[in-house]
């Protein structure tokens, strides 16, 4: 099913899992789609590997925990950030290195201390190589941590890349 990109959220410059500047890093994008969902496009590398050519098993968890945590700022007005209270994930499939991979996050729940959410990571053939389940504590950023948004260079790069619309098979 093919669905409208209708925002891209911030990228920052050292994070593991957007960090355009991290060396060692995912530098996952994040897309809104029209269907109130997240999805975040990354490529891992040799880096991200557990057995040789497959993810990380942590970093699925990872991704899954960032992308689910990120969907509670789809149409909010403040900045208003997850703290991951409990996250289960099921692994299902190998997930290869050096591929396109998309994770889709959405919030299934909702009060004014806490949401919770779901997600898949997707191979390339559409098929669901895990699923994650978080709780969170809804949290103003300046209560988390110290953060410079300047410093951190936490702006929305767009890019000639980036997709009007994908396709969730």
Same mark, same amino acid.
């Given at each position: ?5 209708? +925002? ?49 098993? +942590? ?111």
């Amino acid at each position: 099913m093919i669905h409208r990109v209708v +925002g891209k959220q911030q990228n920052s410059k050292m994070c593991f899992l957007c960090g355009l500047k991290n060396p060692f890093g995912l530098k996952g994008e994040f897309f809104e789609l029209d269907n109130n969902e997240l999805i975040c496009i990354f490529k891992p590398s040799a880096e991200h590997q557990s057995y040789p050519g497959v993810l990380h098993g +942590g970093i699925t968890t990872a991704v899954l925990d960032e992308t689910i945590g990120r969907a509670i700022m789809i149409n909010s007005k403040e900045e208003i950030w997850g703290v991951t209270i409990e996250f289960k994930t099921r692994f299902k499939k190998q997930i290869p290195l050096d591929e396109e991979l998309r994770v889709i996050g959405r919030i299934t729940s909702r009060t004014n201390r806490t949401f919770e959410g779901t997600g898949e990571l997707l191979l390339p053939n559409g098929e669901v190589a895990a699923s994650g389940f978080g709780k969170y504590l809804r949290m103003p950023l300046n209560k988390i941590a110290d953060f410079n948004p300047d410093e951190q260079e936490w702006k929305v790069v767009k890019s000639a890349k980036d997709p009007e619309a994908i396709d969730l098979y």
